[in-house]
């Protein structure tokens, strides 16, 4: 009620009573006569009034910028954005965590260390049946897996997830449907650990 009180007895340029900055309450929220742009924050979709970068909700004065180049979304950790950040995680190789993740997964998979290392390298970082490059330490379709056989126990190879559930799958239901797939077939009569022996 203090703003319309301020403005008491002024008009809007639409000849309504003024209640804010000189406008009526409708040519304010339409935003006439002060361009709107949306707030520059990560993923925030609301307008600004007279020309602010930022939204009321993110608006701030501390404001840094990520530090990877070509990249000018607003740093959230270690200078990073989040994408970025991530992305360096992913790609980090030999510090502690990940060899305590190695080590963690090739107990529970019943398989050496040393064989899913080499198999890294005979694999390059690829699934042994699509082919598509696997993330390391992330929760996607795409994350490596370890197979391994559930008679025997002995390693077979590093799959992508979607190939490691549906080679599951296909092994439990091709015995009574006689159903053969060439690519699940060729892993499993010649898998990357038997190759490197």
């Known amino acids: 009620m203090a703003k ?4 008491k007895g002024r ?8 209640a804010c900055k000189g406008m009526c309450l409708s040519c304010y929220s339409k935003g006439k006569g002060t361009p709107r742009t949306k707030c520059q924050h990560l993923g925030c979709e609301t307008l600004t009034y007279s020309g602010n970068a930022y939204c009321s909700k ?3 004065t501390d404001r840094i910028r990520c530090a ?8 959230w950790k270690d200078g990073l954005c989040k994408q970025c950040f991530a992305f360096q995680e992913r790609n ?7 060899r305590s993740r190695l080590r963690s997964r090739a107990r529970a998979a019943g398989v050496s260390v040393e064989l899913i290392e080499a198999l890294h390298k005979h694999q390059a970082n690829k699934c042994a049946i699509c082919s598509v490059e696997m993330e390391r330490g992330v929760n996607t379709q795409y994350s490596e897996c370890i197979d391994h056989c559930h008679t025997t ?4 190879g590093l799959l992508c997830r979607t190939c490691n559930h549906s080679l599951g799958l296909y092994e439990n239901f091709q015995k009574g449907c006689g159903l053969v797939i060439e690519p699940y077939e060729r892993y499993l009569t010649s898998p990357p650990a038997k190759q490197l022996t």
């Open 92 to 98: 980090r190789t030999g510090s502690s965590s990940d």
């Open 58 to 60: 993110h608006k701030r």
């Open 11 to 18: 008009l809007c340029t639409c000849g309504a009573k003024a």
């Open 4 to 7: 319309y009180e301020k403005n």
């Open 68 to 75: 990877s180049e070509n990249c000018s979304f607003e740093a």
């Open 153 to 156: 126990g002995a390693g077979r």
